[in-house]
């Protein structure tokens, strides 16, 4: 910040450190406030909420809290025939926000977005509060499932970053594999693959950026012709 002539609000400052709990249980928060008075040392930080364990559970609880309190406002205020202009102003995009950063987490985890999404679509159709929305949201109102919209932003990123359109930051994680240390080309050059890195463990598989986002071009494609 000092290179870039910007003067810190040290107030307004938070530190926050990412782990899996075991590892977080190691830490000194006291020591450390103590070393660096100034600082303030949270378990979560926003725009988008992120918590130390990055389980993304209150950020999801914000979004699903936000997302009610404006469907209850249509509802009340305005009729049918706008209804999805708003829905998709106030509620689809913010459901879309940063999206990608949930890619991996399990159902569970993701459920209640799902039923806020579902809930929207019952309100523009005016249909009853348990009834099948699946079908209607998909043929009618030509909106993806949550999943699909996370892997579609994820897609539409590897899109761009193989036209280094994106920041340099994806650009430098989605590649295709090379031949540099065989002595032979590789088939997979000439295919629409892209290069996964190794891990370990099943956490780093499901949560990877690096290992969700290389899934092959032609899902995009497929996606796009939805829209």
């Not at 469907?71 to 689809?92: D, P």
Request: aromatic fraction near 12%; proline fraction near 4%; include cysteine.
């Amino acid at each position: 910040m000092s290179s870039n002539r910007l003067n810190p609000n040290a107030s307004k400052i938070q530190f926050i450190w990412f782990g899996t709990p075991q590892q977080l249980q190691k830490l000194d928060f006291a020591f450390l406030s103590e070393q660096f008075p100034l600082i303030s040392f949270s378990s979560s930080a926003r725009r988008v909420t992120l918590d130390s364990s990055l389980t993304f559970a209150e950020h999801i609880s914000n979004t699903t809290r936000s997302s009610y309190f404006h469907l209850r406002v249509i509802r009340r205020s305005v009729s049918s025939s706008i209804s999805a202009t708003l829905i998709h102003a106030f509620i689809c995009s913010r459901i879309d926000y940063c999206n990608s950063l949930l890619i991996g987490l399990p159902k569970v985890r993701l459920s209640p977005i799902h039923l806020v999404l579902n809930t929207a679509a019952r309100l523009v159709a005016r249909f009853p509060r348990y009834s099948h929305i699946s079908t209607y949201m998909f043929d009618e109102l030509q909106w993806l499932p949550l999943r699909a919209r996370i892997q579609f932003k994820i897609l539409t990123l590897i899109f761009k970053a193989q036209r280094s359109l994106a920041p340099k930051y994806v650009v430098d994680v989605v590649f295709r594999p090379h031949s540099a240390s065989y002595n032979r080309t590789l088939s997979s050059l000439d295919s629409i693959d892209f290069l996964v890195p190794l891990s370990r463990t099943a956490l780093a598989q499901s949560r990877s950026f690096c290992l969700n986002c290389l899934f092959g071009m032609h899902f995009l494609l497929l996606y796009a012709l939805l829209f």
